[in-house]
């Protein structure tokens, strides 16, 4: 008879169809818990710049091009406008002070000159010939009153003998008022004189040393003319050296014209230009490096000029101890401004990479050496050689510093 053959749950196709299904999942589990789905690109491991992180002295400066000029500068100046008429001395050329540079020639001003010195000697004379008036007027009045004093000495003499005679009873009483009246006419008249002596001594003497002192400032006037027109002969205001003096035999030249300047050899300066984005930070006293001729120089900022021109403003920066030897006027040369004193800092090398990232983030290599991933990271401070680094990195990671340009924004290099 038939017996009834039980089902299998396990058959092979189910098993075979279940741990298909499972394989399938645990794929699925896998692409999305461990498989990395960040882009990448693979790049030349040789066509990078790779650079360790280090911790090390780190001090801020900038760099800055200096061009030497003499310690102590004199500029020359046309103080009067005219033609150049003659050269004594060319550019370059040593001068001691009072030495004739230049010759300048002005027809107007000297035919001006010539007017004004004859108005003055005019009225120089005319002011001489009233104090001559005034001594004739002064002994007109000593004559007059040696002459009343002579009258009143007849006129008393003949008094007197009237009233002598009138009292003897000779002259009669009219003749005798009459000697009288003579007599006080001519006191009077001499009180009158003596009066007007005295008032005319004081207006006098008062005239006469307003007149003196009209012609003294006559006198300082013409000295003054004559100087000023000296200033048409432009000398040298010290010992030095002539220098920027580009002037030709027959141009004109304005007043108040610089016409070259005169260098006083005591020392060198470095006149430097300076981005008008450290104004703020640039400060008397702050110290810069300078290398020359396989040696470090010392100097420091003496005078900061605060207009900005072009985007940049001057300082002048003098030398500390020792000045480079065989430097020239006009010479150019590069120094670090220094911001801060060297201290202990986390630092990287400056490269290509900043300018895709403003240093907010870079390529870090693995240990490996296989790949370099993109990490967020904190840059403080610069110089022209390293960043320092605030956050994001430890020292001995390597970090990929040339440009980023053809990366992208992949946030895995692979290194191949």
């Not at 900038?62 to 000029?69: E, M, N």
């Not at 000398?235 to 003096?245: H, I, K, N, T, W």
């Not at 020292?395 to 946030?411: A, Q, R, T």
């Amino acid at each position: 008879m038939d017996r009834i053959i039980e089902k299998k749950k396990w058959t092979t196709k189910k098993i075979l169809q279940y741990a298909a299904i499972a394989v399938f999942v645990f794929f699925l589990l896998y692409l999305f818990l461990f498989l990395d789905r960040s882009s990448r690109l693979n790049i030349d491991k040789n066509q990078v710049t790779i650079a360790t992180v280090t911790s090390d002295n780190f001090q801020e400066f900038i760099p800055v091009d200096g061009v030497v000029q003499p310690q102590t500068t004199i500029y020359i100046d046309a103080t009067l406008g005219g033609t150049v008429e003659k050269k004594y001395i060319e550019d370059g050329a040593e001068v001691k002070k009072g030495d004739t540079i230049l010759k300048l020639s002005n027809a107007n001003m000297q035919l001006s000159y010539m007017d004004q010195e004859t108005r003055m000697y005019d009225a120089i004379n005319n002011l001489q010939n009233s104090r001559i008036a005034l001594e004739q007027n002064k002994f007109l009045r000593q004559k007059e009153i040696t002459n009343l004093l002579y009258q009143i000495d007849e006129v008393e003499r003949e008094y007197e003998r009237a009233q002598k005679l009138y009292d003897e009873g000779v002259y009669t009483l009219k003749e005798y008022q009459d000697a009288l009246r003579d007599h006080e006419f001519s006191s009077k008249q001499l009180s009158i004189s003596l009066e007007l002596q005295r008032l005319d001594s004081i207006s006098t003497e008062d005239q006469k040393r307003q007149i003196s002192a009209s012609v003294e400032r006559m006198k300082t006037n013409l000295t003054l003319l004559r100087s000023n027109m000296e200033k048409l002969l432009v000398r040298a205001p010290a010992d030095g050296v002539l220098s920027s003096f580009n002037v030709e035999i027959g141009e004109t030249r304005s007043a108040g014209e610089r016409l070259g300047q005169i260098d006083i050899m005591d020392g060198y300066k470095m006149r430097t230009n300076i981005d008008e984005r450290y104004v703020s930070r640039v400060v008397q006293g702050q110290e810069a490096e300078l290398d020359f001729g396989g040696k470090t120089y010392q100097l420091y900022v003496n005078k900061i000029y605060t207009g900005v021109i072009g985007g940049a403003f001057q300082v002048d920066m003098f030398f500390k101890d020792e000045v480079p030897d065989n430097v020239r006027r006009g010479q150019t040369i590069q120094m670090r401004l220094q911001f801060s004193t060297p201290a202990e800092a986390l630092i990287l090398k400056r490269g290509g990479f900043f300018q895709q990232t403003g240093g907010n983030w870079v390529y870090v290599v693995d240990p490996s050496g296989d790949y370099a991933v993109k990490r967020n990271i904190k840059l403080g401070r610069q110089n022209t050689r390293y960043y320092e680094i605030l956050e994001g990195l430890e020292p001995g990671e390597e970090v990929i510093i040339s440009s980023y340009d053809n990366f992208g924004s992949k946030d895995k290099l692979v290194l191949k």
